[in-house]
Structure formats: structure tokens, C-alpha cells
């Protein structure tokens, strides 16, 4: 069974909109969450990461949105560019384990 | 993008085969791991070594052997693959024990079982 579900699959942006990238979790021992980028060729490196005791997280034009309650967390990507069109991964893992549990990815293209 | 290497890159090999792929990290962690990517699939993750001992594996097929000789090095020895291990194989590392659970991948090897 997958623990993480992720959507949408695939994203077409307009440079200099904003890109929004959802995911969804059911094992309430979660407590870190790490979104990756991976561009074709090269391994996931990791963008940004969540841990459950604040709502939101923000690096540049990179934002978590974390909901608890809902079992929700988001990806939100300001002024996308070009530069961002990429697949996107969710995760999510205990901290006492070393297991990430990935969604299956957003494809993201953003158009010039 | 240097921190974690793998060798080789890309690797076609006949199901009769036997071939080893080799990660390498350069960042000081104490664990690593294999995942296997596959197109529409999540990451699956196969092997996890903390401080060398091998401490998880996801019922991977044994034709999959996996081998840490030190903190540092991390091997995947493939034997009688099947066309549908035909995929991206990831390695990975993080510090255990840490304030988090970063983990680092490599480039990945593109596997193709003909």
C-alpha cells in the first residue's frame, strides 16, 4: 500500500505563476518531510523539508505548507521559471526509522 | 552533485549475466542505500546499511545481493535479473542519528536486463 499519494502527476506552469503540488499521508508516526527535485539524468536531491511542529517552511521561492490535522503537506513554488520544470518527489518518515516513503512524483514544466 | 557517486552509469546486461554496480560517498555518513526507480512507480526503497550492518531489506529478490565493506562504499551485485529489473537503481546516504534524516543520492545507473 502506498503511504504517500501525490498530485498531480503532471503540471504545466506559465513562468512566473505559481506551481502548487500536493500530497497526502496516513501513518500519523510520521514526523519529517522532505521534498526532492530530480532533473532527467541525475538523482533526487533534496529542495526543502517539514518537520510537523510548524506550518510552514519557506527557502527562497520554495514554500512547505503543512497541514496536521488533515494529514496534508504541500509544495509551493513562486515565480516558477523555466530553470523549475523538473519531477518533484514527496516524502515522509519516522524519525526513529530509515525508510522515506516517496509519492510517485509530479512532472512540472514551465513554459517560457 | 559529487557528494555520492555511482559507477557505472549506465549497464546492459543479458539475464544470464553477473554484474556489480558501485556507489561511493564522499560526505562522512554512516548510512547508505539502494533504491530502484521505475518509470510511474515511487522509489522503492531495497537495502539499508547503518555502520555497515545491513539493518533493512524490503523482500527484495535474492538474484539482488547487496555488500558494505565500510562506511564509505556500497555494492549491488546482480545476478539472473529479470527484463523487469530493467530500471534506475539510486544510491543514497545520510548521518543516522543526526538532527535529521537527509539522505543524499547519487546520479543513479540506468539498467537495462535484455
Known amino acids: 500500500q502506498q503511504q504517500v499519494k501525490q498530485s498531480p502527476q503532471s503540471l504545466i506552469v506559465q513562468k512566473g505563476g505559481i506551481s502548487i503540488i500536493n500530497c497526502a499521508y496516513e501513518n500519523t508516526a510520521f514526523d519529517y518531510f522532505p521534498w526532492y527535485q530530480q532533473f532527467p539524468g541525475k538523482g533526487p536531491a533534496l529542495l526543502i523539508a517539514?518537520?510537523?511542529?510548524?506550518s510552514e517552511k519557506k527557502e527562497g521561492r520554495f514554500t512547505i505548507s503543512f497541514n496536521k490535522s488533515a494529514k496534508q503537506f504541500s509544495l509551493h513554488i513562486m515565480d516558477s521559471q523555466p530553470g523549475d520544470s523538473a519531477t518533484y518527489f514527496c516524502?515522509?518518515?519516522?524519525?526513529?526509522?530509515?525508510?522515506?516513503?516517496f509519492g510517485k512524483g509530479t512532472s512540472l514544466l514551465v513554459t517560457p | 552533485e559529487t557528494g555520492v557517486t555511482q559507477t557505472p552509469r549506465h549497464l546492459v546486461m543479458g539475464m544470464t549475466n553477473k554484474k556489480s554496480l558501485k556507489c561511493e560517498q564522499h560526505?562522512?555518513?554512516?548510512?547508505m542505500y539502494w533504491y530502484k526507480q521505475s518509470a510511474k512507480k515511487p522509489l522503492e526503497l531495497m537495502f539499508v546499511?547503518?555502520?555497515?550492518?545491513?539493518?533493512e531489506n524490503n523482500s527484495v529478490p535474492s538474484r539482488f545481493s547487496p555488500e558494505c565493506p565500510n562506511s564509505s562504499h556500497l555494492f549491488l551485485h546482480l545476478h539472473t535479473l529479470q527484463p523487469e529489473d530493467s530500471a534506475l537503481y539510486l544510491c543514497?546516504?545520510?548521518?543516522?542519528?543526526?538532527?535529521?534524516?537527509?539522505?543524499?543520492f547519487g546520479p543513479g545507473t540506468r539498467l537495462t536486463v535484455t
Open positions: 546499511y547503518s555502520l555497515e550492518e545491513r539493518v
Open positions: 516524502a515522509a518518515s519516522k524519525n526513529s526509522g530509515y525508510a522515506l516513503n
Open positions: 517539514i518537520r510537523p511542529d510548524v
Open positions: 560526505l562522512g555518513h554512516n548510512a
Open positions: 543514497a546516504s545520510s548521518q543516522v542519528g543526526g538532527a535529521g534524516y537527509e539522505q543524499y
